[in-house]
């Protein structure tokens, strides 16, 4: 395929900007003794607080900031040796040392790509990746200790360490957020989610057996009440409720916030015990996103498509992501700008 076509693709001018423009561009050209492959975009899927990525967490290289780390597509061009020949439908969450995928084309290497659910759409499975494979690695590596290297548990190893574990969720609607319900619940955690009035019967949906209205639910008040307690608490959100957790979790227990590190935010009177604080980025892995596809199409675990969007439209789709109040993913279809 000819480097001189051209692309339709979002760019982030500077780290400190947060203005996109849809421009052209050429397309990428993969590097196969790297593992890289060249993959049509059908769908991808932009992260709230991504545009601040760049100047808060610097690329080791400089490279073209393209947002979307999620995508779903068709392999165009591939290695040799890889188990995604061209015409494979794949999915996946693709590094950050790499442009992401708001293009019509892009570039992922095989240890990041899966194969994509059957059953489900481009739009669904690129609302997939980022959020479920945080989950996973919150569940089966982080939050609990597992040898004291961060070592991953297998399922049967999880479910032993997390039966009869009381696990706290906040913006348990989010994208994260509702990966976190389902997976715990698969594992035998007992699950309290904290979201917003219009998804309160959602999150108890996906397994949460109690569900907390964060409008009217002062979660430290709630925390007084010692069987309220949890072992684990995991932050989606950061600010108040990264705050609040703190006062929910037991003594010897675990914060842990994907937002930012929860030492940042803990409240200055607070006098728990033996209380552990996690925060970790997370890293594409493929062999953790193929069982994730597995769960999918048993129907044990699904994604959430909040709304679909054309590429033209990138300016609204952020301002969704900035608002906050986003249920499940928002999705950028390809097949719909033509």
Known sequence: MSNLQKMRCIIQPSASSK???????????????QGEHLIQIKACSPCAGELLWMANFPPPTERTLIPCPDMAG?????PDDSPFQPGAEVYARTNYVRPGNGREYSIAVTDELAHKPKDLSWVQAAAVPVSAETAWQVLF???????????????????????????????ASGGVG???????TLLGAEVVATCGPRNVEL?????????????????????????????????????KALEDAWWTVKDGGVVL??????????????????????????????????????????????????S????EQYEEVFKRLDGGHARGKVVFDFSLNH
């Open 203 to 239: 999150v108890r949906s996906l397994g949460a057996k109690e569900v907390l209205d964060y409008r009217v639910a002062n979660v430290k008040e709630w925390a007084q009440v010692p069987s309220n307690k949890v072992d684990v608490v995991v932050d989606c959100i950061g600010g």
């Open 19 to 33: 203005n996109l423009i849809l421009t052209d561009t050429p397309l990428p050209t993969p590097n196969h003794a």
């Open 74 to 78: 068709i392999v165009i061009s591939a």
């Open 257 to 306: 916030s994907i937002f930012r590190p929860p030492l940042q935010a803990r409240p200055d009177s607070f006098e728990g015990a033996g209380v552990k604080d996690k925060f970790f980025i997370m890293q594409p892995v493929r062999r953790q996103l193929e069982e994730i596809s597995k769960l999918i199409e048993k129907g044990v675990c699904r994604g959430l498509v909040d």
């Open 178 to 184: 509702i990966w976190l319900v389902q997976l715990a």
């Open 141 to 171: 590596v982080h939050a609990l200790p597992t040898g004291g290297n961060g070592e991953e548990m297998d399922l049967e190893t999880a479910k032993t360490a997390w039966a009869g574990k009381r696990i706290l969720v906040t913006a």
């Open 308 to 311: 679909v969007w054309p590429l």
